[in-house]
């Protein structure tokens, strides 16, 4: 089981389970939303529950995904394809160890120029 919160604590999660491995994503919608780069692990929604939901936003980036954060501090939570049974959770949102580490890198391409990528770890174009 691993549990996390937003900054201000109103929106905490719990999720079931082991993690699988996180990925790093560089689009521009990520690092806009973020301030950075996003890194996020996907967790099934059977095993994800939520306390304080009245206290997430949805933002819709696009037709098929919504992006959630904390109404009170701003927190970045989620990467939700409405169209799969599962959801990013922000790997910042967890507040102990995960036993995980990054997998990948994906959409390099539109990383910003700030930075360079020189872990090893496969770095996807998209």
């Not at 206290?55 to 409405?82: A, N």
């Not at 997998?103 to 996807?124: T, W």
Request: proline share 3%.
């Amino acid at each position: 089981m691993h549990k996390g919160s937003c900054l201000c604590k109103a929106v905490q999660i719990t999720v079931l389970g082991d993690l699988t491995q996180p990925n790093a994503c560089h689009c521009i919608a990520c690092r806009k939303q973020s301030g950075h780069f996003g890194a996020s692990v996907d967790v099934p929604r059977s095993a994800l529950s939520v306390e304080g939901k009245e206290h997430i936003r949805w933002y819709r980036s696009s037709e098929k995904v919504r992006r959630g954060f904390c109404s009170r501090c701003g927190s970045t939570l989620f990467w939700d394809p409405t169209h799969h049974d599962w959801t990013a959770v922000a790997m910042g949102v967890f507040d102990y160890s995960t036993d995980t580490s990054l997998s990948m890198h994906i959409f390099v391409a539109e990383k910003g120029d700030y930075y360079s990528i020189d872990d090893g770890l496969p770095q996807n174009e998209r």
